[in-house]
């Protein structure tokens, strides 16, 4: 069992748990559960951002505790005003120290997309999604079937939530790609031996459909790295952990934002 069955084997009892406790109903009955969805296709693309989707992640199961002393709200504002477009917050607790708590505080501070990045398997997750201020929802295309994954995507959609789907691979990419996607992650880091390679980016950029925003997700930590795989034909990047390592997250990112608008030669400054 790799770690990521270890997770979705936990997550299914997290979630029959989480469903005895707490009704769809009553998460219907949330504040956020009405908001207009911010649309992360859109933000990531804006010429005027960076198209870094920011992630706020205290650990994780191949690097242990990366930051458990950060601040949801502190990092979160910093992040849009050193210029990301976008947040992700994980809402795992057992494997990455995240919580629902931690995106609603995002969401009360911060008026951009935010992407809940948690190990999804269950349409009561994407309700829960929605009643916690997300705008996007992760699938992961190695824990679900193919037409599980579609099921789910079409049931966010039907929320008006948007979807990112994540692959690690060509097979993962051919198996799972459907029209109900909005943005398509590269994951450049293994799941077998959590070994990462931009290699993985690369070899994928060009079979993902252009009708999807395409996202390269880990092992970024270079600004250099950003204008590469703009010209490859990225549109965005998940950085996380990069930033997170930091003893000042924001800080972090507000240095690595600014290195990528010097060396960017097709940046557009913000007017106002």
């Known amino acids: 069992m790799n770690i990521l069955d270890k997770i979705i084997a936990h997550k299914k009892e997290e979630v029959a748990e989480r469903k005895s406790l707490v009704p769809t109903k009553m998460l219907e009955r949330s504040v956020f559960f009405e908001n207009k969805v911010v649309s992360m296709k859109k933000y990531v693309t804006l010429p005027t951002k960076t198209g870094i989707i920011a992630e706020f992640k205290r650990k994780s199961p191949s690097k242990g505790a990366i930051n458990s002393a950060a601040k949801v709200e502190k990092t979160s504002i910093g992040?849009?005003?050193a210029g990301a477009s976008a947040l992700s917050v994980l809402t795992d607790k057992e494997f990455f120290g995240g919580s629902n708590e931690d995106l609603i505080t995002a969401r009360k501070f911060n008026f951009c997309?935010?992407?809940?990045?948690?190990?999804i398997v269950d349409e009561?997750?994407?309700v829960e999604a929605k009643s916690i201020g997300a705008d996007c929802i992760l699938l992961i295309a190695a824990a679900?079937?193919?037409?599980?994954?579609e099921e789910l995507a079409i049931f966010a959609h039907k929320l008006g939530l948007e979807v990112l789907m994540e692959v690690h691979d060509q097979e993962e990419l051919d198996r799972s790609l459907n029209d109900h996607l909005d943005l398509v992650g590269v994951n450049n880091r293994s799941l077998k031996t959590f070994e990462v390679s931009?290699?993985?980016s690369y070899d994928l950029v060009g079979q993902i459909p252009d009708k999807f925003v395409k996202i390269s997700e880990?092992?970024?930590s270079d600004p250099q790295t950003l204008v590469d795989l703009k010209k490859g034909g990225f549109?965005?990047?998940l950085?996380?952990?990069?930033?997170?390592?930091?003893?000042r997250p924001h800080q972090a990112a507000y240095n690595f934002m600014n290195k990528y608008r010097e060396l960017s030669p097709d940046f557009k400054t913000e007017t106002v």
């Open 239 to 247: 950085i996380g952990e990069n930033f997170m390592k930091s003893i």
């Open 235 to 237: 549109d965005g990047f």
């Open 144 to 149: 679900l079937e193919p037409k599980r994954l």
């Open 124 to 126: 009561y997750q994407i």
């Open 218 to 220: 880990s092992g970024i």
């Open 113 to 119: 997309p935010i992407l809940r990045k948690d190990f």
């Open 79 to 81: 992040y849009m005003q």
């Open 198 to 200: 931009l290699d993985t």
